[in-house]
């Protein structure tokens, strides 16, 4: 591709996609403060979490391997907490794990079972059989935080980080009390199919509209599976 449209076409998607901290401060003139992330895998994003001057973080995990590495990422720093569970809408039910056994400590793995993703993907293949692992909830996590005497991070949890591999919904729906106090809900999204019963992008739109979000910014690459913002909805009338 000649250079004049590999720049053009960069540009083109960094306009699409949007950074999530830039979009936040230049739109409301705000400050995530502490992050919730469900599916946080080895912890790759926590650099970033830290360079835009978040102090406090809550990060959750269910594969073993992956969870090691999440707990050295967090092991030097105060108000960083790692979580080895796997989240749905309920709390102590036995739910099949579904693994990728990929190279990216099986980034892709869901407690939905993969359909559309293995022909769309089929360089991430899963393991023939489940893993059985106990459920929890975001709502229990946060009990459980404020119970053990650490109500101050939870206090200054205001954004919910997602990427759970299509049952972000189901993550959702056992967060109502937590959704109460955030602000910004940054999850991965797509068009459905991509897992059995995963919930499309409208769906979720639907279900954080009734909890007071509105849709910020989306973008979907081409397989129909990418990134939303929503924000507390007030934001937009306070700007």
């Excluded at 400590?105 to 893993?131: N, Q, R, T, Y």
């Excluded at 007071?212 to 937009?236: E, P, T």
Aim: hydrophobic content about 40%; aromatic content about 12%.
């Amino acid at each position: 591709m000649h250079p004049f449209f590999a720049a053009l076409k960069r540009r083109y998607r960094k306009q699409k996609a949007p950074k999530l901290f830039s979009y936040i401060f230049q739109t409301f003139h705000l400050v995530p403060k502490g992050v919730f992330q469900v599916g946080a895998n080895g912890g790759g994003e926590i650099k970033e979490f830290i360079s835009q001057g978040l102090q406090k973080g809550i990060f959750v995990e269910p594969l073993p391997d992956a969870y090691k590495r999440l707990v050295q990422a967090v092991s030097a720093r105060p108000g960083f907490y790692s979580v080895n569970a796997v989240c749905t809408d309920t709390v102590g039910e036995e739910v099949n794990f579904y693994i990728s056994t990929s190279g990216s400590m099986g980034a892709s793995s869901s407690v939905l079972k993969p359909s559309g993703v293995l022909s769309i993907h089929p360089e991430v293949p899963f393991d023939s059989k489940p893993v059985s692992l106990t459920s929890t909830t975001v709502d229990q996590i946060v009990a459980d935080f404020n119970s053990s005497g650490r109500s101050n991070v939870i206090a200054d949890m205001d954004l919910l980080y997602m990427d759970t591999q299509g049952s972000e919904l189901i993550v959702l729906k056992g967060a109502g009390e937590f959704l109460k106090q955030i602000r910004y809900i940054y999850t991965e999204v797509s068009l459905g199919g991509l897992y059995e019963n995963d919930a499309t992008h409208i769906e979720i739109s639907g279900y954080l509209a009734f909890h007071g979000f509105s849709l910020a910014f989306i973008y979907m690459n081409k397989h129909g599976w990418g990134d939303a913002l929503y924000v507390r909805s007030s934001l937009f009338d306070n700007r």
